[in-house]
């Protein structure tokens, strides 16, 4: 049983999918012996205006600031931002990170320009090329991993989700090329890779990314594996973690890895 569990991917009401306050969500943590949680809130740059993300950024640090003095001597509480399609408007995504004090910023790709959500999208329609659907998130992914201002690239695995109730399948083999340059390129840029354990609660139950790509990213030198629940209410706070504790473990991890002021801290697997 590990000793020093961070969860780094948690979603607060300032997540358009969040339902709780920051300080229900800590008071949680504590409940469940959780070390410490970084406070993850969404921004999607394809409805920064329509979803007033710059407001609700505001409104998340704030509430995790508060925190930090409110549960100062049970709970490390750092903020964070899971900036998803980046891409969307680069620029703008450099600039919102640049404006607040994140300690720690996730990249994530929820939507293709050519298959729009992955979350959305009919799986069973019979004209759906579900290798091309999948070449072309991961080609995407590589240019978001690639635009490099993040720290940790999140749920390597999303697509497959949300893939899984429709009982089809997809030969992930056949774009093991787009993972292996995903893999070099963060570490070259010396950028983490996230272990979700959001998808355990979903229909795939299973972590994201798999092990087989949690080795391929320590084949190529990778060394910082960030760990989160993907957590949107209280219940969920550090769900599996001691799980994935054990499966890095087994791939051959000594560290994880937590963010404080964009610098990453290795922690020992204890």
């Not at 930090?68 to 600039?95: H, K, W, Y």
């Not at 993040?150 to 989700?161: E, I, K, M, V, W």
Request: proline residues 3%; hydrophobic residues 40%; contains cysteine.
């Amino acid at each position: 049983m590990y000793i020093n569990l961070f969860d780094s991917h948690v979603h607060s009401d300032n997540s358009p999918e969040g339902r709780d306050l920051v300080t229900a969500l800590c008071s949680a943590a504590v409940d469940k012996g959780i070390s410490g949680i970084c406070i993850t809130d969404a921004c999607d740059m394809e409805e920064f205006e329509e979803q007033k993300y710059g407001k609700r950024l505001m409104y998340s640090c704030f509430a995790a600031h508060k925190a930090q003095d409110i549960f100062s001597q049970q709970l490390i509480v750092t903020n964070g931002v899971e900036m998803c399609q980046p891409l969307a408007d680069p620029d703008r995504a450099v600039q919102v990170i640049g404006e607040n004090r994140f300690d720690f910023v996730l990249g994530s790709l929820h939507k293709t320009r050519k298959y729009g959500d992955m979350m959305m999208l009919n799986y069973a329609h019979p004209a759906l090329d579900l290798q091309d659907v999948f070449r072309s998130y991961y080609e995407e992914l590589l240019e978001v991993v690639q635009w490099g201002h993040f720290d940790s690239l999140a749920h390597l695995g999303y697509p497959l989700r949300y893939l899984k109730p429709y009982n089809r399948t997809v030969d992930l083999a056949q774009i093991d090329d787009v993972f292996a340059e995903i893999m070099k390129s963060l570490v070259a840029q010396g950028k983490a890779l996230e272990l979700n354990t959001g998808g355990l609660r979903m229909e795939i139950e299973a972590f994201t990314p798999s092990n087989k790509y949690l080795q391929m990213y320590k084949d190529y030198g990778g060394e910082m594996i960030t760990i989160g629940s993907d957590a949107e209410c209280c219940s969920d706070i550090g769900c599996d973690i001691q799980a994935g504790l054990e499966l890095l473990k087994s791939v051959g991890f000594k560290y994880f890895t937590v963010y404080k002021n964009r610098q990453p801290v290795m922690l020992r697997l204890l």
